[in-house]
């Protein structure tokens, strides 16, 4: 018998765990939420999910660029 499992996300930036806000948002509404936090996310790419145990994970990676 197979056995359906949901998986639980978790989400870092910068190296930090970010717990998820609510599992029935998108991955970019969850950014969004904590671009409040981290205004640097508002550009921020999403990276995942990548499988690890029985969690799901995202990345938020910083857009690298210069200013000119």
Request: charged share 20%; hydrophobic share 30%.
């Amino acid at each position: 018998m197979i056995e359906a499992k949901v998986l639980s996300r978790s989400f870092t930036y910068n190296g930090v765990k970010l717990p998820d806000p609510d599992p029935r948002m998108t991955p970019e509404e969850v950014k969004t939420i904590y671009s409040h936090q981290y205004p640097e996310l508002a550009t921020a790419a999403i990276t995942g999910p990548e499988a690890s145990g029985e969690q799901l994970q995202y990345s938020f990676v910083r857009a690298i660029g210069t200013k000119g």
